[in-house]
């Protein structure tokens, strides 16, 4: 987790790689007509510095989905940021593509979010105890593995395991921390009419 500069980030390298890697996934579409209308679903992301619930639909087409989602990003960095402890909250949403392993109920992925945090943190010393507050526009990439249980003909039950990085493109105030990121995930998605 290297401090960024104020004002400033690591530059546009890892939304040119973002770009890159969602372009060769979804290259292999065979059309551009969706099976069926969007499908709504919601979900909850944990990892060991905070929570993500989101809401989001997904557009289903030969063996590929594409998502969208908004949702709030609550994390408790502790000591594992930049300074002594880093907590707070955010808002942001984004979109990935899945696709489906033949006719299992496995699909890998790619997924994008972006971030407007707001961090308070504080340091303990050793000389005077310092705190403060920094603002920071997270991008967020992860490669996403889902499993997907269909007990109804209505609705459709996933668990997700995600492997990634946050990248604080924009920092307003002190560096705080940034780096890799493991998430984990149950969702709810509806089917449609039985």
Not at 33 to 38: E, L, Y
Not at 98 to 120: F, K, Q
């Amino acid at each position: 987790m290297g401090p960024g500069v104020a004002g400033r980030g690591p530059g546009v390298r890892p939304i040119i790689c973002c770009a890159a890697a969602f372009s060769a996934l979804t290259v292999s579409l065979p059309s551009l007509a969706a099976q069926d209308g969007p499908r709504p679903w919601v979900a909850f992301q944990a990892y060991p510095a905070g929570v993500i619930p989101a809401v989001g639909g997904t557009l289903a087409f030969d063996r590929t989905d594409i998502d969208a989602h908004l949702g709030v990003n609550l994390t408790n960095r502790r000591d594992f940021g930049e300074h002594d402890h880093e907590s707070g909250h955010g808002f942001g949403g984004g979109v990935s593509v899945h696709r489906r392993l033949g006719v299992s109920p496995w699909s890998i992925g790619l997924r994008v979010d972006l971030w407007s945090m707001d961090i308070a943190w504080r340091d303990r010393g050793p000389g005077p105890a310092r705190m403060g507050t920094t603002d920071i526009t997270v991008l967020q990439p992860t490669a996403h593995l889902r499993r997907t249980w269909t007990p109804t003909r209505r609705f459709a039950f996933f668990t997700t395991a995600a492997l990634g990085m946050e990248f604080n493109v924009h920092t307003r105030g002190e560096p705080v921390g940034d780096g890799p990121i493991l998430l984990l995930g149950v969702g709810l998605k509806w089917r449609g009419r039985p």
